[in-house]
């Protein structure tokens, strides 16, 4: 193997004794938990990597970036998914390869997507980002519908052609309540997961957890983690 296919086997395998471990102290079976690694601001190179040693999901949070990468990488058996704040006008594009969009956080945002989905034919998974942050009706900082507009917005994902709508995803605050405190965020998030499936039984998807905070979202009970820095180190930028 190549000295870049070796580093990632090896942080590969850390993350994965890392998830194993938490899934065991949370006594949750391993497949229970989904790696997505975070390929962003990384060469399609390493995306060709990682899929050789099995990684099936990557995930992206700029269209300019991942464009290109997605299409130098499409005969590849992976799932795309992007995790970014997505502007309308960059919308069309994202369709193109991505399988699921985990920052739905708005009507307007549905509705574009919906448009480029059916216009694609193509079906594209939703998860409604929640802002952890934000006040009863304002947005977070980095995006996300506060956690009182989640039933409206899962209810206008799940009736729009062209989009499924897979479940939820947040990001761990940096103000707020819940600053520093990640185990009680992704508790909330679990909680309105199980307010979110009452009316939509299939939308059982919870992405919460990154490199630094994984364990706590295991425990929580996030179905999938997303991870970048760990798996990838950190090398220079693109562009």
């Known amino acids: 193997m ?4 070796d ?5 590969l395998a850390k993350v994965e004794e890392r998830i194993a471990a938490a899934c065991a102290a949370a006594r949750r079976a391993r497949d229970e938990v989904t790696l997505i690694v975070v390929t962003k601001t990384y060469p399609a190179a390493d995306v060709r990597l990682l899929s050789e040693l099995g990684v099936r999901h990557v995930a992206e949070n700029k269209d300019q970036d991942a464009a290109p990468k997605a299409a130098e990488c499409a005969e590849l058996p992976l799932r795309w998914h992007f995790v970014g704040q997505l502007q309308t006008n960059k ?6 390869y991505a399988d699921v969009v985990q920052s739905v956080d708005r009507a307007r945002l549905v509705t574009a997507l919906s448009k480029e989905a059916v216009r694609a034919g193509r079906e594209v998974g939703c998860l409604l980002q929640v802002a952890l942050d ?7 900082e980095r995006g996300g519908v506060a956690p009182g507009g989640v039933e409206e917005l899962a209810a206008l994902v799940a009736g729009s052609p062209g989009l499924r709508l897979d479940g939820l995803m947040t990001v761990a605050p940096l103000t707020g309540e819940y600053a520093g ?3 009680e965020a992704f508790g909330r998030l679990m ?4 307010d979110l499936r009452r009316a939509h039984p299939a939308a059982n998807m919870v992405s919460a957890g990154m490199s630094a905070d994984l364990e706590e979202a295991v425990a929580a ?3 999938h983690v997303r991870v970048g820095t760990a798996v990838l180190g950190v090398r ?4």
Do not use: F
């Open 2 to 5: 190549t000295d870049r296919k």
């Open 7 to 11: 580093e990632l086997a090896t942080n």
């Open 91 to 96: 919308v069309r594009s994202v369709v193109g």
């Open 134 to 140: 934000a006040g009863a009706s304002e947005r977070g």
């Open 181 to 183: 405190r990640q185990r």
């Open 191 to 194: 909680d309105l997961s199980t």
């Open 221 to 223: 009970g996030a179905t």
């Open 236 to 239: 220079p930028r693109l562009g």
